[in-house]
């Protein structure tokens, strides 16, 4: 059974860094893309960027490029998310996502529990 | 960027009655248009995908339509758990996009 775990909710300041994790099990990790998607309090889903572990292929939405970095860990089959210095802005859910099958047309089958990011002075 | 605009934001319904729900993009994207049910707390869950194609353990109440840049989400009769909020999302070009979302609220 495909599972993505995601890692606790986090409460920052601002200017810290985060680095949140999605592990993947039940699935080979370096055949899909894995997304995250930011939900912001009461508000729609966004997509930031999409990694394919395999290769390290990433692919960033222009709204997120240089605000977060996504990257993965094969040996762990995990996936991350991180800021170097949040905003208060940054205040959101987050969520993993993996594509259905191998193509990045694919819809997002599988989605994390989401982790909730709280940045507050 | 593709931009995908929903239509209606809010829908106050009755149960058994018929929703459509549409997704308009900015440009065409062919079929690669899926939809996600979200209920409150709880992470999306993948509805159609391809624009009409359906999903194991999904109620046959829900179909979707469309290709090219308009698509429908249709919930033939409404149950009182159909209560979410409804995302269109198109995979055909980078950036991937969601739609705003359309909340159906069962009256």
């Known amino acids: 059974e495909v599972q993505l775990v995601q890692s606790g909710a986090e409460v920052k300041k601002p200017g810290e860094s985060l680095k949140i994790s999605c592990k993947a099990f039940?699935?080979?990790?370096?055949?899909?893309?894995i997304g995250w998607v930011r939900q912001m309090p009461g508000k729609g889903l966004e997509w930031m960027g999409i990694?394919?572990?395999?290769?390290?292929?990433?692919r960033y939405s222009p709204s997120f490029q240089g605000q977060v970095t996504i990257s993965a860990d094969k040996s762990i089959s995990t996936a991350y998310l991180q800021w170097s210095s949040l905003k208060a802005s940054d205040t959101a859910m987050y969520y993993c996502?993996?594509?259905?099958?191998?193509?990045?047309?694919?819809?997002?089958?599988?989605w994390g529990q989401g982790t909730l990011v709280t940045v507050s002075s | 960027e593709i931009v995908l605009t929903q239509s209606p934001d809010f829908q106050s319904v009755t149960p058994k009655e018929k929703v459509i729900i549409t997704c308009r993009a900015s440009?065409?994207?062919?079929?690669?248009l899926h939809w996600y049910q979200q209920k409150p707390d709880q992470s999306p869950k993948l509805l159609i995908k391809?624009?009409?194609q359906s999903i194991s353990g999904v109620p046959s109440r829900f179909s979707g339509s469309g290709s090219g840049t308009d698509f429908t989400l249709t919930i033939k009769s409404l149950e009182a758990e159909d209560a979410a909020t409804y995302y269109c999302?198109?995979?055909?070009?980078?950036?991937?996009?969601f739609g705003q979302g359309t909340k159906l609220e069962i009256k």
């Open positions: 996502v993996r594509h259905a099958i191998s193509s990045l047309t694919s819809p997002a089958g599988y």
């Open positions: 039940g699935y080979s990790f370096t055949s899909y893309w």
């Open positions: 990694i394919y572990p395999g290769d390290s292929d990433t």
């Open positions: 440009q065409s994207i062919g079929s690669s």
């Open positions: 391809y624009g009409s």
């Open positions: 999302h198109q995979s055909g070009s980078l950036p991937h996009t």
